[in-house]
């Protein structure tokens, strides 16, 4: 845009938005550039920080009218690069809307704005005696618009599904300034298209998640969990079969560390290993069980005994206060971060059909020692849902990233299980999405945003004009 054009627009938001809605120029703070992935990011020439739905709704419109692109950004958690900004782009950020209502007595769900941290729900769940399904390590960060926008998973997906099976309703606003709003606290409502499914992994393509009606789940009595040493990965797969049959739905985490995350991460963190035998693979297991399932902490125990008595695990330390509990639970936590720490690291968040994961570990693993021989793994990740943080240290990163990607292609799998495609995986986007999928994106995103002034540029381009 002009520099002309610019001080119009910038004038008309004065017009439609209060002051502190708006920052502008050396006023607008580092703290938009920032990235987890510490790529650069361009300075925004202005930041819209709307404090309600009207004002979301004022600001896009008065910016869509001067066709100015704006990035929308929760807590910058994300892992695809979609809320880095380019030249040229604005901030739209949701960081001053973040009320969460308190639950009411009977209720069974939750209201919250779209800036409000993942762990602020969580919490206004647990006051009301309830919890909230999903559960990911930026909790304290990541913002219930963010979760939605990139349909955020996380370490319990076994027992809750993906944030998708918690939006209850949705509000939005389009591009041109249209509010969507569909809160209604009822579980069935079938009257013509579900409007609120376009923007849920959408990653802020589609519109801008102003609000969202969360769906809370009851508070389990009984939680256990076990870490557990095993032969094979192949193992690792009976045992979840295994549990599964055994503890049914109460199964609501099984997480793998290869050894390479497992003793890396235990270093990082300065602690004392949960169990000293080496082996192929680890396995952080988890039951949460309502009152009167006492029985499932005694047949998840059990079924852990008869695998040890088996062979078919190595090892296995069972939890045996909260305190405990909560460290197997900072092992696993502490992966991304102890991954950020390494040089030359590269990650793909992909998944494969749970059947063929060890399969597809060793093909890959072997597929990228042959481009280095000297690639370092610290795979882990969500084995119960077929989802892997493949995380690798090569100074041969592309080679090597194709290599996997294509291989997660070829086992039926996807290359983004719970990140987006954003930026970062835009290249390789074809590899999980047909090309009448993508047309019809394309369609959806011409649609919703003829302006192309929402996250432009992101998942996918369109094709040049002409
Ligand atoms: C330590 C760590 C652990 C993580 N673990 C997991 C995990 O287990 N599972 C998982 O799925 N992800 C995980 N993530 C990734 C990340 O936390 C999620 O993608 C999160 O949902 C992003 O939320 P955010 O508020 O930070 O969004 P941002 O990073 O700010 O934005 C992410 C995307 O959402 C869009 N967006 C943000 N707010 C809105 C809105 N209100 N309306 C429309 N679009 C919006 C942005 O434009 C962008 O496309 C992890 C990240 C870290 C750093």
């Not at 004022?58 to 695809?80: D, E, I, W, Y």
């Not at 092992?331 to 749970?354: F, K, M, N, W």
């Amino acid at each position: 845009m002009t520099e002309d054009r610019t001080e119009a627009l910038l004038a008309r938001l004065a017009q439609v938005l209060p002051q502190r809605a708006l920052m502008i120029g050396d006023a607008v703070d580092p703290r938009y550039q920032e990235d987890r992935r510490n790529r650069p990011s361009a300075r925004p020439p202005f930041v819209l920080r709307p404090g309600s739905t009207a004002e979301v709704a004022a600001g896009v419109a008065a910016c869509n009218a001067f066709g100015q692109p704006l990035v929308v950004q929760g807590g910058r958690t994300g892992l695809s690069g979609a809320h880095r900004i380019w030249a040229g782009e604005a901030v739209l950020s949701l960081e001053r809307m973040t009320a969460v209502e308190p639950v009411q007595p009977g209720a069974t769900t939750v209201l919250a704005e779209a800036g409000a941290p993942l762990q602020r729900v969580q919490e206004a769940a647990l006051a009301a005696d309830q919890i909230f399904g999903v559960d990911i390590g930026a909790r304290g960060t990541a913002t219930i618009g963010g979760n939605i926008a990139t349909n955020a998973g996380g370490i319990r997906v076994l027992r809750y599904g993906m944030f998708r099976a918690q939006v209850a309703g949705l509000e939005a606003v389009l591009a041109d300034g249209t509010i969507l709003s569909a809160l209604k606290d009822v579980e069935k409502d079938n009257c013509g298209y579900d409007l609120n499914q376009l923007f849920i992994g959408s990653e802020g393509t589609l519109g801008i998640v102003t609000r969202a009606r969360l769906r809370l789940h009851p508070r389990p009595v009984i939680e256990a969990n076990a870490f557990v040493a095993l032969p094979t990965i192949e193992a690792a797969l009976v045992l979840l079969t295994r549990l599964r049959a055994a503890v049914g739905s109460t199964l609501s985490a099984f997480e793998i560390m290869l050894p390479g995350a497992y003793h890396g991460v235990t270093k990082h963190l300065g602690l004392t290993p949960p169990l000293a035998t080496a082996a192929p693979a680890y396995v952080l297991a988890e039951i949460q069980a309502p009152a009167g399932a006492a029985e499932a902490e005694e047949i998840f125990m059990a079924s852990l005994v008869a695998a040890m008595e088996e062979g078919l695990a190595l090892d296995a330390v069972v939890s045996q206060s909260p305190r405990e509990f909560q460290a197997l639970w900072d092992l696993r936590d502490g992966c991304p971060e102890y991954v950020r720490s390494l040089q030359h690291v590269a990650s793909g968040d992909i998944s494969v059909p749970t059947a063929r994961i060890a399969d597809f570990l060793h093909e890959s693993q072997a597929a990228l020692r042959a481009i280095d021989p000297e690639t370092a793994f610290h795979v882990f990740g969500h084995l119960g849902d077929g989802n892997l943080h493949y995380v690798f240290q090569t100074p041969q990163k592309e080679p090597a990233m194709a290599r996997l990607l294509q291989l997660v292609s070829d086992y039926g799998g996807s290359i983004s299980a719970e990140h987006g495609i954003g930026v970062d995986k835009k290249p390789f986007l074809h590899l999980s999405r047909s090309p009448a999928q993508i047309a019809t994106m394309r369609l959806l995103k011409t649609a919703l945003d003829p302006q192309m002034i929402l996250n432009r540029g992101r998942i996918f381009d369109m094709p040049a004009a002409g």
